[in-house]
């Protein structure tokens, strides 16, 4: 994913209000920093000014008294000074730092409520970036951006200013390299702004790869890629590595440059001012010492935020590329929708599908055309071979996609008029893939929900059979499960997650594969758990071993998203079709 050239984007002004208006809730602090800035662009010229006074009034006539009481008024203006930039920066920092906070808790809230479908088109690699660190380049529009570049200008007006009052011939002449500069500044910042963007987009690269990679170790591993990978890590790693080489290249000819053009300038001002000084009476002679002096001192504090104004432009321009990525996504649209009002404390658990079509992708559907009814309580089957639209059904019932076309209902009312929150909570869900965060057993249990107590969990595990396992476990119910639930068997995690989705009492659960994946005592504990469980329940259960699904009331037959039959399991083989053919089919493999 490449960044789109931010050249332009600088004056962008609606999309820099939108970035400062981020920080509306801390204003005072905006307007302290720009205060600060316009105060710490006066004081920039004051001592130049009074040094030279020293060297003119003071010291020439050997007025120590009034030299030492300068010395300690400069002592004094040089505190303030440090102290007004220490305030400036700090509080710069802190607003930039203010912000990002509240605008990354914003871009989380969006990104985990954003439909099933984003995540099914974007890399959680670049999700990241948007999150991490396209959020931190917007702390240095503040930092580092805008208000330095406010502060920057303003002390360079002040400073050319008092130069042009006190002799206009001598700052002309001190100025003559200017346009050198200038136009020097100008190559910097658009060689180092191209080497920023390639720098952004090798670090989206690495982050994608990384994460993508790290997730997959398994498969990368049990395919011997590793090799492979390597080689592709180190191409990406090698085009970072070379975009920040360039940048560097641009730093180290560009702070040399400002040095040379710097010593010209004051070489100029020693020639002109020197010659000058020949040339005219004693006491006029005598008081152009202590203008070259100030303006010795002027032109080093004129070249202080010329050396880093290019930077700053470019962090600006870059802050302002990032925000516009990180504000598409706000605006993201394509978000789970929480219109719905209705929010029963229990349904029935009716349910209907009502001609429903539904495709991932436009035109393309994988659901067409489904019509059936599961009454309350009524126990269903869904099969099918892989890729006949059984996860899709349940998706769709606890709105995870919105359909294309047709409704869902329970108890005869669209799923869209729930409040989501309350319709999820009607389902319990024990997904094929079970993740495990990282954290102990009884937060991937409760999901650190804190109306759930450990009692609950002690007594639903105790249930399905899993309690003598936990307590087993070094700290019981306190054990911390890696990443994934890595150091837990795939039985284990499935039981986890099964006692997970039962302790909020549904009236509908959903078991996707809840089966696939575990050994046969497992298969055996959660089958005594499911027998128990959905007794006055309403459930659906997918499984491609057929032989857990006997007892069914109802199977639904899936091909290629549409239904080819509805029964119970006699009446299915009794019809000897494409039910009758899949059970056939396992029970051939099962005996080979």
Request: glycine share 6%; net charge neutral; hydrophobic share 45%.
């Amino acid at each position: 994913m490449s960044f789109a050239s931010p050249n332009k984007k600088i004056f962008d002004f609606a999309l820099l209000r939108r970035v400062f208006r981020l920080a509306e809730p801390y204003k005072r602090k905006v307007i302290g920093s720009l205060l600060l800035a316009i105060f710490l662009a006066v004081l920039s010229p004051v001592r130049p000014y009074l040094i030279q006074i020293t060297v003119n009034n003071y010291i020439r006539n050997g007025l120590l008294d009034w030299v030492v009481r300068i010395t300690i008024i400069q002592a004094v203006f040089l505190v303030i000074e440090t102290v007004s930039r220490f305030l400036f920066s700090f509080t710069t920092s802190w607003l930039g730092q203010s912000v990002v906070k509240d605008l990354r808790v914003t871009v989380f809230n969006k990104v985990i409520h954003l439909n099933l479908s984003q995540f099914d088109k974007t890399p959680i690699g670049t999700l990241t970036t948007r999150t991490i660190n396209d959020i931190e380049s917007i702390n240095d529009i503040f930092s580092d951006g805008l208000i330095p570049i406010i502060a920057d200008f303003l002390s360079i007006i002040s400073i050319l200013f008092v130069m042009f009052w006190v002799d206009w011939k001598l700052a002309v002449i001190s100025l003559l390299p200017f346009p050198i500069l200038i136009l020097a500044t100008y190559v910097f910042k658009e060689s180092v702004n191209r080497s920023f963007i390639r720098v952004r987009n090798a670090v989206a690269a690495l982050n994608a790869f990384v994460q993508e990679h790290l997730t997959g170790i398994q498969v990368v591993q049990a395919f011997a890629a590793e090799n492979r990978e390597y080689g592709k890590f180190m191409k990406i790693n090698k085009d970072h590595r070379n975009a920040n080489i360039k940048a560097i290249f641009a730093y180290s000819v560009f702070f040399p440059v400002v040095e040379i053009v710097l010593a010209v300038a004051t070489g100029l001002l020693v020639w002109w001012g020197a010659g000058k000084a020949m040339l005219l009476p004693e006491a006029e002679a005598a008081a152009m010492s202590g203008k070259m002096i100030a303006f010795i001192l002027y032109l080093n504090l004129l070249f202080r935020p010329l050396r880093v104004i290019a930077d700053k432009f470019n962090v600006l321009q870059m802050g302002m590329v990032a925000s516009e990525r990180v504000f598409k996504l706000i605006d993201n649209d394509d978000y789970i929708q929480q219109e719905g009002e209705y929010a029963p404390d229990k349904v029935a658990g009716l349910i209907e599908f009502d001609h429903v079509w539904f495709g991932y992708t436009e035109n393309r559907y994988v659901l067409k055309n489904l019509n059936f009814r599961v009454e309350p309580g009524e126990t269903v089957a869904l099969v099918g071979h892989t890729g006949s639209g059984k996860t899709s059904i349940i998706s769709l019932l606890n709105r995870l996609y919105h359909i294309n076309k047709g409704q869902i209902r329970i108890d005869g009312v669209p799923v869209e008029a729930y409040k989501l929150d309350a319709l999820r909570r009607q389902t319990g869900v024990v997904l094929q893939d079970v993740f495990l965060f990282s954290g102990s057993v009884l937060d991937n249990i409760t999901l650190r929900n804190p109306e759930i107590s450990r009692e609950q969990v002690e007594n639903a595990a105790q249930l399905i059979g899993m309690h003598q396992f936990i307590e087993q476990l070094p700290g019981g119910y306190d054990y911390k499960v890696m990443e994934r639930g890595s150091t837990l068997s795939l039985g284990q995690r499935q039981l986890l997650s099964f006692i997970r989705a039962l302790l909020y009492d549904p009236s509908i659960l959903i078991l996707d594969e809840a089966t696939s994946s575990v050994d046969t005592e497992s298969e055996q504990l959660i089958q005594h758990a499911i027998e128990t469980l959905i007794s006055g329940r309403t459930a659906i259960v997918i499984a491609h071993r057929l032989s857990t699904i006997r007892k069914a009331d109802k199977i639904i037959v899936l091909e290629k998203g549409e239904i080819r039959e509805i029964g119970n399991h006699e009446e299915l083989m009794g019809k000897e079709g494409y039910y009758y053919s899949l059970y056939q089919s396992q029970f051939e493999a099962a005996k080979a």
